[in-house]
């Protein structure tokens, strides 16, 4: 028998809501829906997070504290490892990772095995939302069946003569669109993309976002909900390569491209600035693209665009540390040996994140190119092993003009607002910026090498 629970149920007051994965997704997620009212759990593999949490401890830098704190206090958040708890909610939201492989195909295994976690607990009238970045058709093609295998049906079907269609429980993907450290736009104001299995999912999945966002913006699917958010993020990447690629040519040509995009950025229509860099870095932009890549394959299909942006922007680490090499030339120095201080290991300024930070490639290829190297960033006071580099050796050397003055050059890889750039240029001996972070500086101009 289909659930007695409608749709609507989800606009009501007090829902319990199950977040799986506390990161920096599912964690301020879990947090608006406590600040809406809702009693919130949030669900992780990680027992450190989980007594941090109900320690009402924050993890991430960009979140505060005292936030946790008094949702623990009030009993509208705690946290847990205990998956059979996820019976006691009315809607369970997915934000676990969707990384690459080794061989840059998609790894699904965190969303099958949550999907496997959910299942033997899955309850008649339970909403499940999927929100981690994926291509078109998993939360059809790989979520529903494992949801399935409980003898509960939720069929994929579309139209208005499936408005009513029975359901045992409502399934819908609606993608994240989370911008760490942003403070113009939190995760109230974003207009959030819902899509479901059928009409009575999409319904239930509108009712629930509805009470943490601005707006909802339904699409017909969950494919379609999927496909927008690969759509945004490849955008993103195009884009970026795009400007990566015209910079290499203003600095053959001896052009300033970041006049020109600031230039170009006056039209007031029908233009958009992106800006160069030292190559991609983040959980999103590095890697979605590549979801949609692969599931293309299976339709015979290339994704030109792409592969070639994806070309464009891996090689501009390599491009660094090349000017690092010219730019020493100049000194008659070679890279071999050189002493060089790398400024940011985050993949963008003010975050704490290095997640795919293009530093850790630049460092790998000094290293391999046989200079010495140190760094600084005020976020990361020394570095951990991950899953691609092993930097745990390393700590932050703190910043001082006696101590820029110590090495060969500086290397401002990640632009943090907290940096002095002037200071920095007038203790360094030859400073290459990969961010245009220190347009402003006057003094000492001839000692920066813009790359
Ligand atoms: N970080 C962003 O800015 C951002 C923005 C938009 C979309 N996304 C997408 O959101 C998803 C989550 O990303 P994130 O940045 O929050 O990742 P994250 O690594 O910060 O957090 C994921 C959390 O899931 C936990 N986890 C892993 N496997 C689990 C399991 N089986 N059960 C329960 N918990 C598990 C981890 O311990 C971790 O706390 C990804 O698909 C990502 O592409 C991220």
Same mark, same amino acid.
């Given at each position: 028998?289909?659930?007695?629970?409608?749709?609507?149920?989800?606009?009501?007051?007090?829902?319990?809501?199950?977040?799986?994965?506390?990161?920096?997704?599912?964690?301020?997620? /879990?947090?608006?829906?406590?600040?809406?009212?809702?009693?919130?759990?949030?669900?992780?593999?990680?027992?450190?997070?989980?007594?941090?949490?109900?320690?009402?401890? =924050?993890?991430?830098?960009?979140?505060?504290?005292?936030?946790?704190?008094?949702?623990?206090?009030?009993?509208?958040?705690?946290? *847990?490892?205990?998956?059979?708890?996820?019976?006691?909610?009315?809607?369970?939201?997915?934000?676990?990772?969707?990384?690459?492989?080794?061989?840059?195909?998609? @790894?699904?295994?965190?969303?099958?095995?949550?999907? #496997?976690?959910?299942?033997? $607990?899955?309850? #008649? %009238?339970?909403?499940? &939302?999927?929100?981690?970045?994926?291509?078109?058709?998993?939360?059809?093609?790989?979520?529903?069946?494992?949801?399935?295998?409980?003898?509960?049906?939720?069929?994929?079907?579309?139209?208005?003569?499936?408005?009513?269609?029975?359901?045992?429980?409502?399934?819908?993907? =609606?993608?994240?669109?989370?911008?760490?450290?942003? #403070?113009?736009? %939190?995760?109230?104001?974003?207009?959030?993309?819902?899509?479901?299995? +059928?009409?009575?999912? %999409?319904?239930?999945?509108?009712?629930?976002?509805?009470?943490?966002?601005?707006?909802?913006?339904?699409?017909?699917?969950?494919?379609? /909900?999927?496909?927008?958010?690969?759509?945004?993020?490849?955008?993103?990447?195009?884009?970026?390569?795009?400007?990566?690629?015209?910079?290499? !040519?203003?600095?053959?040509?001896?052009?300033?491209?970041?006049?020109?995009?600031?230039?170009?950025? =006056?039209?007031?229509?029908?233009?958009?600035?992106?800006?160069?860099?030292?190559?991609? %870095?983040?959980?999103?932009?590095?890697?979605?693209?590549?979801?949609?890549?692969?599931?293309?394959?299976?339709?015979?299909?290339?994704?030109?665009?792409?592969?070639?942006?994806?070309?464009?922007?891996?090689?501009?680490?390599?491009?660094?540390?090349?000017?690092?090499?010219?730019?020493?030339?100049?000194?008659?120095?070679?890279?071999?040996? /050189?002493?060089?201080?790398?400024?940011?290991?985050?993949?963008?300024?003010?975050?704490? @994140?290095?997640?795919? =930070?293009? *530093?850790?490639?630049?460092?790998?290829?000094?290293?391999?190119?046989?200079?010495?190297?140190?760094?600084?960033?005020?976020?990361?006071?020394? !570095?951990? #092993?991950?899953? $691609?580099?092993?930097?745990?050796?390393?700590?932050?050397?703190?910043?001082?003009?006696?101590?820029?003055?110590?090495?060969?050059?500086?290397?401002?890889?990640?632009?943090?607002?907290?940096?002095?750039?002037?200071?920095? &240029?007038?203790?360094?001996?030859?400073?290459?910026?990969?961010? +245009?972070?220190?347009?402003?500086?006057?003094? $000492?101009?001839?000692?920066?090498?813009?790359?």
């Amino acid at each position: 028998m289909a659930t007695e629970k409608k749709p609507e149920f989800f606009k009501g007051a007090q829902l319990r809501v199950g977040i799986i994965g506390c990161g920096y997704v599912g964690l301020p997620l /879990a947090l608006r829906f406590a600040e809406a009212g809702h009693r919130v759990t949030g669900f992780d593999t990680d027992p450190p997070k989980v007594q941090m949490l109900n320690a009402g401890k =924050s993890y991430i830098e960009h979140i505060q504290q005292a936030k946790i704190q008094q949702y623990v206090n009030s009993r509208h958040f705690g946290a *847990t490892a205990d998956f059979s708890r996820l019976a006691e909610n009315d809607a369970i939201i997915i934000c676990v990772p969707t990384p690459l492989n080794e061989y840059r195909e998609p @790894d699904l295994s965190y969303v099958e095995n949550t999907a #496997k976690s959910i299942q033997p $607990h899955l309850q #008649k %009238g339970q909403l499940i &939302v999927l929100e981690s970045t994926t291509y078109p058709g998993t939360t059809e093609e790989l979520v529903l069946p494992i949801l399935e295998k409980s003898g509960l049906r939720c069929p994929i079907v579309s139209g208005p003569e499936n408005e009513n269609v029975p359901v045992d429980f409502f399934l819908a993907f =609606s993608p994240e669109r989370e911008d760490p450290g942003n #403070k113009q736009y %939190g995760l109230a104001q974003i207009p959030k993309v819902v899509g479901g299995v +059928n009409p009575p999912s %999409g319904r239930a999945a509108q009712a629930l976002y509805g009470q943490v966002v601005a707006r909802v913006v339904p699409v017909s699917s969950t494919r379609a /909900a999927e496909m927008t958010k690969l759509l945004e993020n490849i955008f993103r990447c195009v884009n970026i390569a795009l400007v990566n690629e015209l910079k290499l !040519l203003c600095q053959r040509i001896g052009m300033d491209v970041w006049e020109v995009i600031d230039a170009a950025a =006056s039209k007031p229509f029908g233009f958009m600035p992106f800006y160069p860099g030292p190559g991609l %870095g983040g959980h999103c932009i590095p890697v979605d693209p590549f979801y949609l890549s692969w599931k293309a394959r299976e339709y015979d299909f290339s994704t030109r665009f792409i592969e070639l942006a994806g070309e464009v922007n891996t090689a501009m680490p390599y491009h660094v540390v090349e000017s690092v090499a010219e730019a020493l030339n100049q000194y008659r120095k070679s890279l071999k040996g /050189a002493k060089l201080l790398v400024l940011g290991v985050a993949y963008k300024k003010d975050v704490d @994140d290095l997640r795919e =930070s293009p *530093t850790l490639k630049i460092m790998e290829i000094l290293q391999k190119r046989g200079a010495e190297f140190d760094y600084n960033d005020p976020y990361f006071p020394h !570095l951990h #092993k991950m899953r $691609h580099y092993d930097y745990s050796h390393m700590k932050s050397v703190p910043l001082s003009a006696e101590t820029l003055g110590k090495y060969d050059a500086v290397i401002i890889a990640t632009d943090h607002s907290s940096y002095d750039y002037a200071a920095i &240029v007038d203790a360094a001996k030859l400073v290459i910026d990969t961010r +245009n972070a220190t347009r402003r500086v006057i003094r $000492h101009r001839e000692r920066i090498f813009a790359c």
